[in-house]
């Protein structure tokens, strides 16, 4: 469990209203990363965060923004929702170095947040 | 061609027998491989993780990886009705601008057969 939590669970909302989603970590992973998984097209990276306020975009990033304000939260806006926003959204962390080893760059999830846009 | 291939499936073995999972992928420089189990409604599990060339093994699951073939795969022994799961394979491309690009497959649906 690497302590990884996502809200809301679930939302349902309107075409053309503002949507945040809240990723909350607590132990102190410096990479936080924002996936959408849709069928046919698995997991698509969004934006992603290397530190705080540090962030930067993944592959399918229009129509979003995050922000990172603490190293423990972070967030992920759609500005104006779109039904081809309806989607699971899932926060991942990449796992701490282990001490005098490689590298590593496993990433754990969170439980996810099921988006539906009407 | 998609940078991380999976058939999806569904793989049907029946229980006791070995289930081999399969994955190719199409960028040479590709660092590090993943697996990752996901029951339906569920978030993706972290199970095996793959370096170097050759077999890797951690209780009933191998991964294996052949750099030279882009092919990395898994095989569960002794499958139980509790391995059926989506398994989704992920490539790590290795630094793209500072950042270390994961790219994931669309997995394989894997269904034991009690």
């Known amino acids: 469990d690497a302590g990884i939590t996502q809200s809301p669970r679930h939302k349902v909302t309107e075409t053309g209203t503002p949507v945040t989603l809240r990723c909350h970590q607590t132990?102190?992973?410096?990479?936080m990363y924002w996936y959408r998984q849709d069928p046919g097209h698995g997991l698509r990276l969004i934006h992603y965060?290397?530190?705080?306020?540090?962030?930067d975009k993944g592959e399918v990033s229009d129509g979003y923004s995050v922000s990172r304000s603490k190293t423990e939260d972070f967030l992920l806006t759609l500005e104006s929702a779109t039904s081809s926003q309806t989607s699971v959204y899932f926060c991942?962390?990449?796992?701490?170095?282990?001490?005098?080893?490689?590298?590593?760059?496993?990433?754990?999830f969170g439980p996810g947040t099921r988006l539906t846009v009407t | 061609q998609k940078e991380v291939e999976q058939n999806s499936g569904p793989l049907s073995v029946p229980e006791g027998a070995i289930a081999s999972l399969n994955c190719t992928y199409s960028d040479r420089v590709s660092q590090s491989f993943f697996w990752y189990r996901q029951y339906s409604g569920k978030s993706p599990e972290l199970i095996m993780s793959i370096y170097s060339n050759g077999d890797k093994e951690d209780g009933r699951f191998t991964a294996q990886l052949n750099k030279a073939s882009q092919y990395v795969s898994l095989l569960i022994r002794d499958s139980q009705p509790s391995d059926s799961a989506t398994y989704l394979c992920?490539?790590?491309?290795?630094?793209?601008?500072?950042?270390?690009?994961?790219?994931f497959g669309t997995g394989t649906k894997l269904q034991v057969i009690p």
């Open positions: 132990e102190n992973h410096r990479y």
């Open positions: 992920a490539v790590n491309k290795g630094n793209s601008g500072g950042y270390q690009k994961v790219t």
């Open positions: 991942a962390i990449r796992g701490h170095l282990a001490p005098g080893r490689e590298v590593r760059y496993e990433q754990y």
């Open positions: 965060s290397y530190g705080v306020k540090d962030t």
